[in-house]
């Protein structure tokens, strides 16, 4: 019974993180807005809440976008690049304003989404069959890697294997379990 309350303690977290964060959007869209006032002191304040608005956006999974920029160099040449929304979110050029706002928007609608999500028990078990895809797309893997795919399949087999042994095997795997936890 425990158990169950661990596993609706952690849903329950899953839960309210996701709904705080929801209804915190208002709060960061406004101090994302202050970089775009004519007046100093809001500017100032968009600035102190820099790494909150990209956290904010971050941990909702909302990846990085790169925006191309030509500049002029003079003497007819020109410098092109890519330049991170991340990295310039307070940036007052329009293309970047726009893909910056655009990011928040998704990041409130992941942040629903997962609410959402925190009730389906398909999204449970869809996170349980994929924990080696989720921590090393963490560590910065490529889903499609083939490191990632080769441990996803050894957990499965370790995951059909355990399955098996518990259930032809219960009393003896019970009685090894707590041998080694040195449990009567």
């Known amino acids: 019974m425990s158990y169950l309350y661990i596993l609706l303690a952690l849903i ?87 893909v910056a706002l655009a990011a928040l928007q998704e990041a ?17 078990l869809r996170f349980i069959l994929f924990i080696p895809k989720k921590i090393f797309s963490y560590l910065g893997l490529k889903e499609e890697s083939i490191i990632i795919k080769i441990f996803q399949l050894i957990y499965w087999l370790i995951g059909i294997i355990c399955t098996f042994a518990l259930s032809i095997f219960p009393e003896e795997i019970k009685h090894f379990i707590f041998s080694i936890l040195h449990i009567s």
Do not use: C
């Open 12 to 98: 329950s977290l899953h839960a309210i993180y996701n709904l705080v964060n929801y209804i915190r959007y208002p709060i960061i869209e406004k101090n994302l807005l202050y970089n775009y006032a004519s007046d100093s002191t809001m500017k100032l304040k968009a600035l102190t809440h820099k790494n909150q608005i990209i956290n904010y956006i971050k941990y909702a999974g909302v990846s990085d976008k790169y925006i191309p920029v030509v500049q002029e160099l003079g003497y007819g040449k020109l410098a092109s690049s890519r330049v991170s929304v991340f990295d310039n979110i307070l940036n007052q050029r329009e293309d970047i304003a726009q």
């Open 108 to 124: 409130k609608g992941n942040y629903w989404s997962k609410f959402i999500n925190s009730f389906n028990p398909f999204y449970w």
